[in-house]
């Protein structure tokens, strides 16, 4: 039984039972009484607590009368005063002898059997006193506090039954002792039997009113209800009562750690704050409190708060291995990579199967390019928890795709949807590793999409009206969405319309989704707000609310640069929070979103005879799509390696998954077919050894010598990693999935690229890429014409050089880096869209009109079915006989019982400091009101 739970005992003043004979006053005498005035004298000095003196009298009578009752009793009484109770008993028992009837001898008996621990034997004296005098109270106080306590030894001993019959039978003696109902609100807690047990607490609580125990309890049962209100408010009225209180006060800091985490998940996390903070006033050392203001701050943002309570939380718990989890994932966000694998290790150390964690580092070790460790982590997450999605995720799925084993990849992101059909991240992975292998012979790709985005859609309530003034030539609010406004892919065509926009006649709005801001994010973000724009960072805010912040800018036109890549906000375009809806950049195929008007593309990268579909309408720019804004840390342009190395190096530096089998027995050909010559190819996977192996292993089985080939892992710093082209003097690109950012650096770094067109989109931006820059004579249409390109530039060192003196001057001059014409076509673009809207054209508008009805269409055939099947039971019922008939009533009309898996309270005791369920973090994918740490999903690829 823990502290304080203990069922409260019999309290006895310190002199005893009421006198059984009156006190007069002391006589004016100084000289020793004698005989009755003896006796009276005795009782006065015993009452005044004068126990020898009044002894030495009551021995004085008993040796003229040894049968004088009262004198009998006096002295037993004064005898237990000087703590003699065997001596006491003896007069006591001597005064019944005497008086078999006599009430007070008999609960003074009573006391002392009760007092040795002899429950049974003090019981039966007290009734013995009761049936004697039925008037007299003493005895049927005493009585009660008895039958409790024996209720008591017998429910520890294992006899709840007849425990619960003493205290029954103690209130039957005193209906007002309150410790009984407490002790029975404690057996009833224990049974689980919560609504009587709260009754007997109350009834404590009516009889004896500053009773602190029965309303700690009470609270108790409350809060293991989600009472919480309740709850707090009995603690309170205990702590009242009796402010040091320890035990009320560690459940009342769970009470309102609890009632923190409800308003947060409710939607106002600011008071969740201040609940959790309150909780740390009774218990300044509550370890929980802390987590969860961890947990609180780092959603608001606050991530060095988080930090401060989440190592507060390990400080007063080392045992906390979520409070280190959640610490990586912040170190890790925060591009601290060996801190973040610190934490996770030491989260395995409490909780060695600790499945997020596991899945958290081998995260890291993705990140890191150390694909065997990660590999061996997200292993041992599924063997810990079989049933993990987001596991298998990251390792089959990411692992894999990283690795180039695409089709492997397809089926891990499939066996984890499923395991979990509304795993975001795995739904949106899987579209985007089908584009490493789609060459858009058949329509399954674009299903795949356009199953996804209905399914999507119906998570989120789609807008209908806006306030937007239809007015077709007034300045239009053009609204950017993207995480990726940073050092990141989709930052180097980003950035023309940001500089080159018409602020006078478009006002822009950047919803920046930046997890960690760079020099890049500052550098647009000065530029966005000194031309006019706004700037609003919502890195961690709902896509909901995102949706409402649009709407509150009333954007005209919304342009999400993402996809289904990661940090992605298409659950923000599901809402339709602008009128018009455009997406272009970030992905290379459609978003599948019937929320989305438009995608902006070009008549190379997608011929207006194209094949392949899209759920948006296409929107062709009148160049290029796409509009590079090279990196000012680029460096120059080195010479040709070709001329001082005496041999040519091919090369690419796109990531491994678009390098496909089939691109690699192309490229095997062309080195093969031109002596002495070297392959160099960069990516993150390169850093591990059986990444690399493997990699040369095929590459050999195809013909070409590792010893030929130059493999390199991830460059950090841009400079660097831009400076790496001077080891090719060709670029290869890949297909179907070709490059987009390492085709541009390739030719701004003077290194001629080969490319190939095919039937999808992802196939020909390399098409659109080298036709505006003026080196259309390098795509080739079959794989024989990429060989023989590829070859003939190799074949003349001279020219190459010549070449790449040039390029960068080519390009820079091409409409692949003319930032003013291509955003006045692309403003001219949303114009045109702007135009049709105010004619009452919407394209998503009748797409989701089109969705509505067909939505309709098999509503109203399921309850066709329904109908026919009723039609048919019923028919089916009456060819029943009466007894089957009346045997199929029966069965329906019991009631089905449903158990609730409730657990008991800890340690059963009903006053129990019941421990608080921390609220833990979620991210990527995971619900983020669901009980579950805080777990990282490797992110989508960009392109």
Known sequence: MQPGMEPLQGKESNGAVPDCNGAAAPPAKQQLPEGTDALRYANILRSRNKFADALQLYSTVLDKDGTNVEALIGKGICLQAQSLPRQALDCFTEAVKVDPKNACALTHCGMIYKDEGHLVEAAEAYQKARSADPSYKAAAEFLAIVLTDLGTSLKLAGNTEDGIQKYCEALEVDSHYAPAYYNLGVVYSEMMQFDVALTCYEKAALERPLYAEAYCNMGVIYKNR??????????????????????????????????????????????????????????????????????????????????????????????????????GVIYKDRDNLDKAVECYQMALSIKPNFSQSLNNLGVVYTVQGKMDAAASMIEKAILANPTYAEAYNNLVGVLYRDAGSITLSVQAYERCLQIDPDSRNAGQNRLLAMNYIDEGSDDRLYDAHREWGKRFMKLYAQYTSWDNIRVADRPLVIGYVSPDFFTHSVSYFVEAPLTHHDYTNCKVVVYSGVVKADAKTLRFKDKVLKKGGVWRDIYGIDEKKVATLVREDKVDILVELTGHTANNKLGTMACRPAPIQVTWIGYPNTTGLPAIDYRITDSLADSPNTNQRHVEELVRLPESFLCYTPSPEAGPVCPTPAISNGFVTFGSFNNLAKITPKVMQVWARILCAVPNSRLVVKCKPFCCDSIRQKFLSTLEELGLESLRVDLLPLIHLNHDHMQAYSLMDISLDTFPYAGTTTTCESLYMGVPCVTMAGSVHAHNVGVSLLTKVGLGRLVAKTEDEYVSLALELASDVSALEELRKSLRELMIKSPVCDGESFTRGLESAYRSMWHRYCDGDSPALRRLEVLAGEDLDKTAVKLADLKAQRVNATAEEDNQSPLKKADATSKGGEPQIMVNDVSSPEGNQALVTAKAKPQIMVNGGSSPHSPSVRCEANGHSSR
């Open 226 to 327: 989600g009472e919480l209100d309740a709850a707090i408010a009995c603690y309170d009225r205990c702590l009242t009562i009796s402010p040091n209180f320890e035990i009320a006060k560690n459940n009342m800091a769970i009470a309102l750690t609890d009632l923190g985490t409800k308003v947060k998940i409710e939607g106002d996390i600011n008071q969740g704050v201040a609940y959790y903070k309150k909780a740390l006033f009774y218990n300044w050392h509550y370890a929980d409190a802390m987590y969860n203001l961890g947990v609180a701050y780092g959603e608001m943002l606050n991530f060095e708060m988080a930090i401060v309570f989440y190592e507060l939380a390990l400080h007063f718990n080392p045992r906390c291995a979520e409070a280190c989890n959640n610490l």
